[in-house]
T-cell receptor, first 114, second 118 residues
Framework: GDSVTQMEGPVTLSEEAFLTINCTYTATGYPSLFWYVQYPGEGLQLLLKATKADDKGSNKGFEATYRKETTSFHLEKGSVQVSDSAVYFC?????????????FGTGTQLKVEL | GAVVSQHPSRVICKSGTSVKIECRSL??????MFWYRQFPKKSLMLMAT?????????EQGVEKDKFLINHASLTLSTLTVTSAHPEDSSFYIC??????????????FGPGTRLLVL
């Protein structure tokens, strides 16, 4: 079945450091890929997405590129802020053929310190 | 983004009692509702999917008689954990999917309900 693997946290960085959170997936066909962010006490929010190979999703300084050859969708940000502290979830949606159901990774907690 | 509320945010109950969790989409119509369960340091696990006015479809291994889902309207869905036991203690998250105005169909997430069964 479909699966998503992401790096374990917590990841602790200093403000303005470069961030990478790795995500790889296993799926048949051509899934859409997502990054969700969960701030303390809030629900998951869509951060960015990519629907086909080589697409780059971007939002709020975060980027991720859909790499079919490496089945990866790593999240990056050039300069993190304390306000980026949250839990980040990588997810895939296999599309209509797979029931249009999201499969999530385990989440990676990011802590950004001054 | 859309607003999704869950109530209660936290509940503690005795073993054998039933607990109802409400999920409301406040500014859009949820044609589909997903209910997830999340264990510590684990990913979200899909429990069931329901469409407004229809019976829910449960994932393999999820007891439909234990986790009752009602999706009676486009803005309200409930999950009732019947005869709760300590192993039902978990974090439950609703996720309505729908459209608001001319925007494309989007899946949103509630803030979750922490259930502790003693």
């Amino acid at each position: 079945g479909d699966s998503v693997t992401q790096m374990e946290g917590p990841v602790t960085l200093s403000e303005e450091a470069f961030l990478t959170i790795n995500c790889t997936y296993t799926a048949t066909g051509y899934p859409s890929l997502f990054w969700y962010v969960q701030y303390p006490g809030e629900g998951l929010q869509l951060l960015l997405k990519a629907t086909k190979a080589d697409d780059k999703g971007s939002n709020k300084g975060f980027e991720a590129t859909y790499r079919k050859e490496t089945t990866s969708f790593h999240l990056e940000k050039g300069s993190v802020q304390v306000s980026d502290s949250a839990v980040y979830f990588c997810a895939l949606n296999p599309g209509a053929g797979g029931g249009n159901k999201l499969t999530f990774g385990t989440g990676t907690q990011l802590k950004v310190e001054l | 983004g859309a607003v999704v509320s869950q109530h209660p945010s936290r509940v503690i109950c005795k073993s054998g009692t039933s607990v109802k969790i409400e999920c409301r989409s406040l500014d859009f119509q949820a044609t589909t509702m997903f209910w997830y369960r999340q264990f510590p340091k684990k990913s979200l696990m899909l429990m069931a999917t329901s469409n407004e006015g229809s019976k829910a479809t449960y994932e393999q291994g999820v007891e439909k008689d234990k986790f009752l889902i009602n999706h009676a309207s486009l803005t309200l869905s409930t999950l009732t954990v019947t005869s709760a036991h300590p192993e039902d203690s978990s974090f439950y998250i609703c996720s309505p999917k729908g459209t608001s105005g001319l925007r494309e169909e989007t899946q949103y997430f509630g803030p979750g309900t922490r259930l502790l069964v003693l």
